[in-house]
């Protein structure tokens, strides 16, 4: 077990243990707002790409970064203290689909410091900004077939997973980021894949950032895709020391509760994270789900009460405006280690 204290984000562990920190919200549907098209994605540097690209969201640090920039500087100004890269797709098993799979590693450096100048301009000694470099699941799942007549069909394998994931990381560290977030995880051997590789960067460079790994119930069952509960997810990844285990994405917070309360249970050990959909999809809605701000930030409030919260965020829905509530209203709360006397022995110290 690795136990050297980290390099980067030295002092998040003494703050989430002050407060309950607050994560951005979505970046997807906030992009939708601005109607962009093909000719947005493609700029000028790909114009000639035989491929449709409108969608891939990660290739607009390079034709649209003023776009990028202003959503993180929104999330910051609505009161975020960790800012996700919008890496969300930029690995090559992604962006093999665009057949872009070669600009991985450029991507996560460009938004990796798009993220970092966004955080540098609203940082202050009593409000550090953390930029987290996040790692999206992939289009592709090594757990399940994607054929129903061949259960034992699949389109991806560990070694893969493991290798395009070690880019992403590589990118992403040479681009500033301070925390790595293995995010919206459906299949856990694709985030063991992801762990695989952060832990094997962490070796090679000397560096060690704080990980946080987040899981996503994929329905009322209370399991992930990949079919397990939330306490077993947990007790497959422990053995990466992340700083925060927790759930996102998916579910609203109103059906997420009792799977936050048994993940919470299980992982006594360290703090836990929340960043859930804007409640269930609505196409009819500007942002495609329905919460409004207040309703949102009412049942995050619910959650800091309970003491279930460390890190508190929005995922698919979730706006500037969601954040603000989530800031204000979570804000009255001591962060689940203090208020349920927790001692985060996993969490590494400050050296």
Request: glycine share 10%; net charge negative.
């Amino acid at each position: 077990m690795d136990t050297r204290p980290y390099t980067r984000a030295a002092a998040l562990p003494a703050l989430m243990r002050e407060r309950i920190v607050i994560l951005d919200g979505a970046m997807g549907t906030m992009i939708q707002r601005y109607k962009l098209g093909e000719a947005d994605y493609r700029g000028t540097r790909f114009t000639d790409h035989p491929k449709d690209l409108k969608g891939n969201n990660e290739l607009l640090q390079f034709t649209r970064p003023d776009v990028i920039s202003e959503i993180h500087e929104a999330y910051l100004a609505a009161g975020a203290d960790i800012l996700e890269t919008n890496t969300f797709g930029a690995t090559s098993v992604a962006q093999e689909d665009y057949g872009l799979a070669p600009l991985a590693r450029e991507m996560n450096v460009a938004a990796a410091r798009l993220a970092r100048a966004a955080c540098d301009k609203y940082s202050t000694p009593d409000k550090p900004r953390f930029v987290a470099g996040a790692f999206g699941p992939t289009p592709r799942t090594a757990s399940i077939s994607p054929d129903v007549n061949d259960p034992g069909a699949r389109n991806v394998d560990f070694d893969t997973l493991r290798a395009a994931y070690y880019e992403q990381a590589e990118g992403l560290l040479e681009g500033g980021v301070d925390i790595f977030l293995v995010e919206t995880i459906f299949d856990t051997l694709n985030a063991k894949a992801a762990i695989f590789a952060i832990d094997e960067l962490f070796e090679a460079t000397g560096e060690r950032l704080p990980v946080i790994i987040s899981g996503t119930v994929t329905d009322a069952s209370g399991r992930i895709l990949s079919g397990q509960t939330v306490s077993a997810f947990w007790h497959s990844v422990r053995h990466a020391q992340p700083i925060a285990v927790g759930l996102n994405c998916a579910l609203g917070a109103a059906l997420m509760r009792p799977y936050l309360e048994e993940l919470a249970k299980a992982a006594g050990d360290t703090f836990i994270s929340c960043y859930p959909n804007a409640g269930l999809p609505n196409p009819m809605s500007e942002t495609g789900f329905d919460e409004t701000p207040e309703v949102t930030g009412g049942l995050m409030e619910e959650f800091a009460r309970a003491g279930l919260l460390n890190i508190a965020g929005g995922c698919c829905g979730t706006t500037p405006e969601h954040i603000a509530a989530i800031a204000q209203r979570v804000g009255r709360y001591q962060p689940r280690c203090q208020a349920q006397g927790l001692f985060s022995g996993l969490v590494p110290q400050a050296a």
